[in-house]
T-cell receptor
C-alpha cells in the first residue's frame, strides 16, 4: 500500500448505529487530519493530530470522536449521527505541523480517497 | 476573517481551448497557497504549492501563478482527461496546520 488509504470506502448507517472510519498513511508523516466534504461546500477541517496528540478540534459535535493510536493510523468513531452528517469524509497527512511560523512545505497535505457516508 | 474564493464555479471548455481559473484570498499572513485536483468520488490530489508573489509553477498543461491577492491556474490546450474539480487552499501564519479551502471550480473539457 502506498499513500493514504481509507476504509470503508462507502458506509450506510442508521442514526442509532455506532461505526468507525479508518485511515492509514504510508508516507512517514507526523501530522494527520480529518475533513468533511459536503456537496457544493468547501472542505471543512474537523480534527488535527500531530504525533498522536490532538492539536485542533474545529468545533465538531461530540457524536464524532477521533482516535490516533500512532502516527500512521487515525480513526473517526461515529455514534448517534444525523442525516445532515451524510458527506464524504477525507483523511489527510502532512510531513509535520508547521507550527506558528514554520515553512509551508510541512503543510503539503496528501489525501486519501475518502469514505462516502450516508446516514438514514 | 481569512477567506478563499474561487471563480468561476463551473467552466466548460472545448478540447484545446485554453483558459484560467481564479483563486482570490483575503488572509492575515499567507504562508502558502495550494492547488489540488479532485476527481468525482476521490480525494484531492496535490498539484502545487506557491509561497510568494511572483512565483510560478508548471506541470504538463497546468501553470499556477501567485500575486498578493490571488492565484491563477492556467490550463493550456486542455484535454478531456483534465476534467475535474480544482481546489485552492491557503495556509496562514499563526494558524498551525489548518488549510482554508475555496469551494472549487468544476472544469469540464469536451472533445
Amino acid at each position: 500500500e502506498t499513500g493514504v488509504t481509507q476504509t470503508p470506502r462507502h458506509l450506510v448507517m442508521g442514526m442509532t448505529n455506532k461505526k468507525s472510519l479508518k485511515c492509514e498513511q504510508h508516507l512517514g508523516h507526523n501530522a494527520m487530519y480529518w475533513y468533511k466534504q459536503s456537496a457544493k461546500k468547501p472542505l471543512e477541517l474537523m480534527f488535527v493530530y500531530s504525533l498522536e496528540e490532538r492539536v485542533e478540534n474545529n468545533s465538531v459535535p461530540s457524536r464524532f470522536s477521533p482516535e490516533c493510536p500512532n502516527s500512521s493510523h487515525l480513526f473517526l468513531h461515529l455514534h448517534t449521527l444525523q442525516p445532515e452528517d451524510s458527506a464524504l469524509y477525507l483523511c489527510a497527512s502532512s510531513p509535520k505541523l508547521p507550527g506558528l511560523a514554520g515553512p509551508s512545505s510541512y503543510n503539503e497535505q496528501f489525501f486519501g480517497p475518502g469514505t462516502r457516508l450516508t446516514v438514514l | 476573517e481569512d477567506q478563499v474564493t474561487q471563480s468561476p464555479e463551473a467552466l466548460r471548455l472545448q478540447e484545446g481551448e485554453s483558459s484560467s481559473l481564479n483563486c482570490s484570498y483575503t488572509v492575515s499572513g499567507l504562508r502558502g497557497l495550494f492547488w489540488y485536483r479532485q476527481d468525482p468520488g476521490k480525494g484531492p490530489e496535490f498539484l502545487f504549492t506557491l509561497y510568494s508573489a511572483g512565483e510560478e509553477k508548471e506541470k504538463e498543461r497546468l501553470k499556477a501563478t501567485l500575486t498578493k491577492k490571488e492565484s491563477f491556474l492556467h490550463i493550456t490546450a486542455p484535454k478531456p482527461e483534465d476534467s475535474a474539480t480544482y481546489l485552492c487552499a491557503v495556509s496562514v501564519y499563526n494558524q498551525g496546520g489548518k488549510l482554508i479551502f475555496g469551494q472549487g471550480t468544476e472544469l469540464s473539457v469536451k472533445p
